[in-house]
C-alpha cells in the first residue's frame, strides 16, 4: 500500500465511525486441509505439477507422478483398492466405518443394527456396489462375506506411506465386520478353494497378488483380524510401523518371498474383544438371510420337543439376540438378567474373557503357500527370504475355546455355511451318554438346521456353500431320535468354532521359510489363558483336525501352548534375541521351538520367565491325562527328527550365547543329545516343579523340594548358588544377589567381570537404591527422590568406598570416561542434570565456563545442543556443539546432588545420579570383593511374582467390561476412581462430602474445621491410612497431595458415564474446603508431569473412547469436567453449572464431541479468594512445620514469633472464613478477635463474588494448561466438534497481581504451589520501593518464615517451587529496603504486572477458547451474558505493549488483558464455525469481542452467524470516569468493541456470502476495530478487520468527566482535541501536511508503513 492510499484510507477513516468488512467467496474444504497435516505436505492442488486427490471411486488411479493422498473422504463408502503402481500416502487418520448408518439412523428406536431386509445393509456393500464389492448378494465373490480390508493392494510397485498417521476401524464398524484386515496384499483373503468361502469366482475376477509393496511410517491399530495380511506376495517391505489392537494377529504372510520387517513393534494385541467367533458367522449369514425369509419364512419348523416355529420367527430372533449384543457393546445398554433371549444372547455371542477365544493368535507368522490355520508343518511351499530386524513382538494373549469335529462313520464332518463347526457342548443337553443326548440349539444353529431341511436340495451350492450335516444329526435335531447319531458318532478336539487346527499363543511363528532371518529383536508377553483339553473325545496322541498334523509337532491337546518364537521345515539365523515372559496357564510353553526339518544358525539368543502350567497345582498335573501332557517349560527345545540341527553361527560349540534363565514347568526339555525334545544351549534355574511342594514363608512362592536317590523329599528345600556380582560369571545375561539382605534376584548384562545395572530389565532393581523416582521430563529415567541429596556411590547400597564405576550409554559394553579434560576413569557414573528432577530448564551461552558439569561428556544419543564458540569476544570465531541439559553426563561416582533448594529453584547448574530404564544410560560396577550366596529356589525365581507392568495388567482388566450402579454410599470417603473399562450408572442424585466431620464433631464448640483431628488427619482430605488407594494423601507428592482433585477419576479406556438424569455437585463446606477440584476428571491426575501447582508423580493414565452423558454436574470449585490427553471423548445432554474455572476444559486432545450441552450460569457468588486455595492445600504442610520447626523464632525485623504462633493464626483466620461461608457467623467489632477478621477477610474473602483468577472458561480446548498465553500451548489438538451448545452466564473479576524476578534472574519468587507473593498486600507502601517496610500477613508471614529457615531448604518435596531472593530475605529481617543494607529494593526487584495469584497469563472471561486444534467443526453455538468486571491493570510496571507473564504476543495479547471479555476465540486452528449466536459480552473497564480469531487459522463461517450487544467500557460514562489517560497507554488502550473480528491476516477467516449470513448488530466501543499490527519481525505485519455487516455500531467520543478541571494540562487538551470520532479541519489539514512530507521524501514505503503516532511539542501519542 503506498503512502497516497494511506492518506486516501486514513482520510476515509477518520470521516466516518461505521464498521468496514471485506466478504470473500474462496472456501477451503476438510479435505484440502488434511492435506498439510503432520509430516508431508501435500501440493498445491493449483500447481500444474500437482497429483490429483483419490475422488471416491472404488479404485484409484495414480497420477502421472504416481503419488497419491488418500484422506476420510476416500474410505467412506468401501474398500480402497489400489490398482495402479505409485506412492499412496495418508494426509490424515484413517478411521474405517464403510457405509455406516447415520446418526439419525441410530437415534431410531426400531432401528436393527443388524436389518437385513434392505439393499443396503448397515456396514456392508450395497447392492448398488456390485460392480465393485462383487459376492455379497450372489454370494460368490471376493466380497461375499462384506468388506474384508481397509486397503487391498491389488497392484505391483506399490508404496503405502502411512506418513505418521494412523489407520483402525471405527469400533462399532469393528463389531459389526469381524473378518478384516486393515491393509491386505492382494484381491483377497485365501487364495482359491481356501477359507470360509470356497467358493470364488476366479473366471471374472482373477487371483491378484502383488509384488514389491512397501509400507511405512505409521501405526495400525483396530483390526477384527490382522493389522497387515497377504499371500503369494514376492517382496515385501514393512518399515517403521507400530500394530497394535488386532484380534488374531500383526502381520501374516503365506507363500510370501523377500520380505522385510524392521523397526516395528507387533502389540499389544486386542485383549477386550467384545465377541465370540460366533458372531462373525451370524454377522456373515445376514445376507442370506433375506432369501430365506422371502423365500420360505411362513415355512415352519418343528423341532423335536419344542413348538413349531416359522422360519420368520427363527430368522428374526437371531437378529434381536444380536441386536441386543450390538447395543450391549455399543450403547452400553443393559437388559433384564432373568431375561431368557438376553441370556440366550450371551452365552451365543458375549466374550466373557476379552482375549481372542479362536485356537491360535500371533504377532507374526509366515507360512507356505495356503492358509496359515492348516496344521503346523503342513503349508512349507514357495516362501524364502523373510527378515525381521529390530522388531519388538509384545502382548500376545490367547484364551481358545474349545470346539469339537463331528464326523460320521464314513468320514464327513459337521460343517455349517461357512466351515465352522457345530458348537456340540452349547445345543446338546449332554454328550457323556450320546445315546441319550437331546437337542437344546440356539438361535443361530436353530437356523442353520432349517437352512439344511429346507434349502439341501434345491439351493444353489453358493448359497449353502459347505453346509453339511449327516442323517442320524438330522434325526436328532427334529425327532428325538439319537441312535443313528450315537452310532456314527466320532468326536475329534483340539479345534475352534472355525475348525481350525488349535496351536495357541504364539509370538513369531516361521512355517517353511527358507532363508529367513530374525536379528536385533525381541519377543515377550506372550501368554495363553486357555483351560486344559476337553477328554470328550477321548484319549489321543495327535489332533485330527486337518488331517495333517505331525507327531513330533502338534501332539495332545495344542490349543493352551505358548510359544515365543516356533520354526518348522525352515532354514535361516537367529541373531541377537530376547525372549521372555512366556506363560501357559495350563499348557507347554517355550522361548524358541524348532521343529522338524530345520537348519538353524543362532548367536546371542537369551529367554527368561518361561512358566509353564502357572495355574496349576501339582495335584491338577497328576490327574492329567491325554490328550493333556505334563506342562512342559523350556527355553529353547529342539524336536522331533534327527535331520533338524541347531548350530552356533559364531562356532561356540557348547551354544554358550544361547541361554535361559528362570525356566519353570512340571516337565522340562531333556539335556540328553539323543533325547527327541532336547534342550539347546545353556539353562540356568531351570526347574521342575515336581508333586511334592513346599511354600517359602517369605515369598510365598510355590516351589518344589528336591529329593533324594530313593525318591524321597529331602529334608532341605531346593537351594541354588547365586554370585554377588559379575566378576566370575560369563558376559551376557546373568542373575545376580547383589545384598543378601535385601535379597532381590535381579537381571544384569555382565561384561568382562564388570556388572551392568540396566533398569530396563527389571523394576526390582530399585530395591537396590536408597530411593527412587522417575523424572517428570522422561519417566523413561530413574533419580533419587527430591529429598535425597546423594551421589552414585551412596545412592547404589551395594557399593562401598572401593567400588568402581564405568558407563555403558547404549547398555552393551562398559566403558570407563577418557574425556580429555575430565578423565575420571573407573570412577565413572551417570549423571543428569538437574532439569530432570527441578521445574525449570536452565538456558544461557557457554555453559562450560558457568560451571564444569558442564564440560564433561553427554552421552544422551538424542541431545539437544547449541554453537557455543570457542571465543565467545570473536564473532568469527569457530564453534563447537554444546548440550544444555542431558540425561546421562559422565561424572564423578562420588559428586553429590547439591542439597540446596536454591540450585533447583534457580537453574543453577548441578546434577542427580540417573539411571536409565529404556535401555540406555547403563551404568556398571565391579566391588572389590566377591562372593557367592546359597538361597532357595523360591527366593530366587520370585523377582518374578512381584513384576508390575501395568501396561499389561491395564489389558488383563480391560478383559471384563463392567456395568456399575453409583449411589452415594459410592462417594464418601474420597474420589471414585475408574479403573475398568464399563458403563457407570448413576442411580440418584450425589452430593460430594468426602471425608467430612461427623455432626457431632461440628456441634463441638471447640472444633477447627481446618485443624487436625486426633488421628493427624484433615477434615474433608484423604486420610494417612488412604495412601494405597489416593497415592499423595500423606506425601508432599503425587496425584492427591493436594486433596481430592476430582469427583470421578476416569483412568482407563472404554467407560460410559450415564448420569441417567442425575446431578453430581459438591456440598457446600466440601467446595469450600477443596478449591482445587473436578467433578470428573478424563485422568489420574490433574495435570501432565512437571505442570501444575503439585509433583504429581510419575504414574500417568489418561482417558480414551469416554462417553459422558444425560444429567447435570453442578457446583465445583474447578471444572465441571477435565481431562489431558483425551483421545475419543463424546459429552452429550448435560448441563454444567456453578462452576468456578470453566464447564468443560481439555489439553491436547483429540477427536472430543460436545453435543447437546447447556453450559452456564458460572458460579457467580464465589466466597473465598484464590488464597484460601493455597491455605487448604498447604495443611499437610503446616503440620509439618508444627512438627518439625514449631518452636523455631522466626526474626523478622519487627517481631520474632514462632512458626507455631503464625500456624495458629493462619488456621484461625481460615476458621474464621469458615464459619462466616458456611455457617453465617461473623466476628464483631466489640469481639477480641475483630482485628484478626478484617485481616481474614482481607486475605480470604471474595467481595465481589466472581471468579478472581486469571480467567472463566465456558469451554475451554488448548494444546496444554491453559493457564499459559493464548497460542503458545497448541501441540496435539484436534478433531474438536461442538453441537447445539449454549454457554452463558460467565463472570471475570481479575484480581491482579505481580510476577516479581530479582533483577538479574528470570525466576519468579513463588510459593508452595507455584502462586505469587501478594507483594501490594504484605508490604505498607508498594509504590515507594525505596522505603517500603514489610508487614506480612497471616499467609505471607508462614512462608517467609518457610524461607527463612536454612535447615528446610533441603527438604525440597515439601518446598517444591517455594524460592525468593537472599536480598527479600535481608529487608524481611532488617526492615531497610534502602541499597545501605543490601536489600536496594528499588533496583533488585524486577516486577512484571498482568497476572494472578497463581501467576498465569490473566485473559478475562471468554465463552468458549479454542488454541491450536486440527479440524475444529462447530454447528449450533450460543454464547450470551459473558461479562468482565475486573479493573483496569496496574500501572506500577509502567507502560507495557504486552505482559510478559507467560510468553504473551504483542500481536494476540497486546496491553492488559485481565479487564477483557470474548465470546469466542480461536488461534493456530482450522475448521467451520457454523450457525453462531452471540449476544450480550461487556466489560466495564476493558474490550469487548463476539468472536476473534487470532493469528494462524484457517475458519470458514457457514450458516447463519450472528453477533449482538457487545459492550467495551461500560462503567466509565455510569460512574463519570474520565477516559482521556487512556488515549495514550498501551497497557489500557480505550476499550474496544468489535463485533466478528480478524485479528491476523485476512484469509485467516473467510465465508461465501451467497450462502452464509454473517451479521454484528449493537456494538459500542472507543475505538475502531481496524488496526496495524506488527508481529514479532518488523516486516511482518497485518491488518485487523472486522467480517460481515454491521448495524447499530458505534464509535464513541471519548468521555470527559463532568468535573474535569478546565485548566488541565496541554496534553490532556489536545487529548481531547484527538478524540478518535473528532473531524475538525484541524485534524486533517495537518494529517495532510504529514501525508504530503513524506510523499515528497520518496520514503513511503519504509517510513510511514505503520502512521500510529503523531509528533506534537516532542510528545508521541497512540490513536
Known sequence: MNVMNICLWTLMGITSAKYTHTEHTHKISISDLSKIRNFVEAPDEHQEDAPEQADDSVESVATQENVVYISSEDILSGTYRITQPGTYTL??????????????????????????????????????????????????????????????????????????????????????????????????????????????????????????????????GLSSHHAIHGNNVQGLSVTDVTMHNFDVAGVACNGCNNVYVGDTVIGPQNNNIPVLGRYTHARSLLPRLRDLADNYGEEKIQFAARPASTVQSLIDRLVSQMDMVYHHVMDSREYNEHDSEWQAALKLFLNPSGALDGGSAYGAVFSGEGSATSAIGHNVENTADVTLSNVEIQGIYANPLEKFKLVDNAGNAVRFIFGDTIDC???????????????????????????????????????????????????????????????????YGSTDIQLQSSKGAIGVRIDGVQNFKIEQSSIHSVENWGLRGSTLPGPYEVPQITGSELPNVQYGYTGNRAQGLMVVSAQGTVNNLDVYDITSNSGSAHGVIVYDDCNVGVTNVRTRNIQAGSAMTPWNVDTLTLPNYTPMACSVELRGAASSTVYSTVDRDDLGDVSGHFIVGYDLCSEDEDASNRRVGQCQWCYNRNPDADVDEDSEVVMARPKDEDGNVAAVRHQIEIASDCSNLEDGLQYILPDEQIGSVIPVICDNGWTMLNAALTPNLVDYFTSYSLSHRDPTLMLPNTDDHTSWRDWFIPADEDTLFRVAADCSQCAADDYADTMWGDNTAYYATGDYLCFYIRKTDNLCSVDDVYCNACDEPNVKTYDQAYDPDDPESETFPMWQQCKYVRYNADVYSNPDHYVCTHREPFVWPALGSDGTGCT???????????????????????????????????????????????????????????????????VLDFNAPPQSVQDDPTWSPNDFNENGDVWWWPRKDQEDEYPGASTFQNPFTLGYFAGISVECSDVVIDLQGHSIEMSPAFYLQQRFFSLIELANRPFAPGKGAANWGWVEKYASNVIIKDGSLGLSSHHCIHGNFLNNVLISNVQMSQFDVAGFGCGQCITVELRDLDIGPQHQTIPVLGRYTHARAALPRLQYLSENYGDWQVPFWDRSPTISSLVERLINQMDMTYNYVIRGVEVQPDEDDYSEWLEAKKLFINEAGYQDASASYGVVFAGGAAVSAIGTRIENEGDITMTNVNVHGLRSHVMEKYKVYGSGTTVTMRGFFRDTYDWEAMVDDFTDRGTMKYIGNAWEDVMMAVVLNDEISADWSFLYTTQIEQFIKDWVMSGDASAETGADLERNLDVHCGTDIQVHSVKGAIGVRVDGADNLQIDGLTISDVVSTSELGSMACGEYDAPAIAGEAVYIQPGYNGHRAHALTTVYTNGVLKNVNVDGVSSLYGNAYGIRVFDGCDIELQGEISVNNINAGTIYETNDIDM????????????????????????????????????????????????????????????????????????????????????????????????????????????????LFAIFQRKSASIYKHISTAAIDGESYQW
Open 91 to 220: 494426509s490424515e487418520d484413517l478411521i474405517f466405518n464403510f457405509n455406516a448408518p447415520s446418526n439419525e439412523q441410530k437415534a431410531d428406536e426400531l432401528w436393527s443394527p443388524n436389518d437385513y431386509d434392505t439393499d443396503n445393509m448397515a456396514w456392508f456393500p450395497s447392492k448398488a456396489q456390485q460392480d465393485d464389492y462383487d459376492g455379497l448378494y450372489s454370494y460368490t465373490g471376493l466380497y461375499s462375506l462384506g468388506f474384508f480390508a481397509g486397503i487391498t493392494v491389488e497392484a505391483d510397485d506399490v508404496t503405502i506411506d502411512l506418513n505418521g498417521h494412523f489407520m483402525e476401524m471405527a469400533y462399532d464398524f469393528y463389531l459389526q465386520q469381524r473378518f478384516f484386515s486393515l491393509i491386505e496384499l492382494g484381491n483377497r483373503q485365501f487364495i482359491s478353494g481356501q477359507g470360509s468361502m470356497s467358493v470364488f469366482d476366479t473366471d471374472t475376477t482373477p487371483e491378484v497378488y502383488p509384488s514389491n509393496v512397501v509400507i511405512k511410517n505409521g501405526l495400525l
Open 425 to 491: 457342548s452349547a445345543v446338546f443337553d449332554q454328550m457323556s451318554d450320546v445315546s441319550k443326548t437331546k437337542y437344546i440349539g440356539d438361535a443361530y444353529t436353530d437356523v442353520m438346521f432349517a437352512v439344511d431341511k429346507l434349502l439341501m436340495v434345491e439351493a444353489s451350492s453358493t448359497y449353502v456353500n459347505t453346509l453339511s450335516i449327516s442323517d442320524g444329526l438330522r434325526a436328532l435335531v427334529f425327532d428325538n431320535d439319537a441312535s443313528e447319531f450315537a452310532q456314527q458318532f466320532n468326536l
Open 924 to 990: 556398571c560396577y565391579k566391588p572389590s570383593t566377591t562372593t557367592t550366596f546359597t538361597v532357595s529356589l523360591a527366593q530366587a525365581v520370585g523377582q518374578f511374582e512381584s513384576v508390575h507392568n501395568e501396561e499389561y495388567q491395564a489389558l488383563e482388566s480391560a478383559a471384563e467390561y463392567l456395568y456399575v450402579e453409583l449411589s452415594q454410599s459410592d462417594f464418601t470417603e474420597g474420589t471414585y476412581r475408574i479403573t475398568q473399562p464399563g458403563t457407570y450408572v448413576l442411580a440418584e442424585d450425589v
Open 1524 to 1635: 482521556r489517560f487512556l488515549m495514550k497507554s498501551l497497557t489500557n488502550p480505550l476499550p474496544q468493541a468489535c463485533g466478528i473480528y480478524v485479528y491476523s491476516d485476512a484469509e485467516d477467516l473467510h465465508f461465501d456470502a451467497e450462502t452464509t449470513n454473517v451479521v454484528s448488530d449493537t456494538v459500542t466501543g472507543y475505538r475502531e476495530c481496524s488496526e496495524l499490527v506488527t508481529r514479532d519481525d518488523p516486516d511482518d505485519q497485518f491488518t485487523s478487520q472486522l467480517m460481515g455487516e454491521c448495524e447499530n455500531c458505534v464509535i464513541k467520543d471519548v468521555y470527559v468527566s463532568s468535573t474535569a478541571n478546565d485548566d488541565e494540562d496541554a496534553d490532556e487538551q489536545f487529548l481531547t482535541a484527538w478524540s478518535p470520532s473528532l473531524t475538525s479541519s484541524v485534524m486533517i489539514a495537518a494529517f495532510c501536511l504529514v501525508c
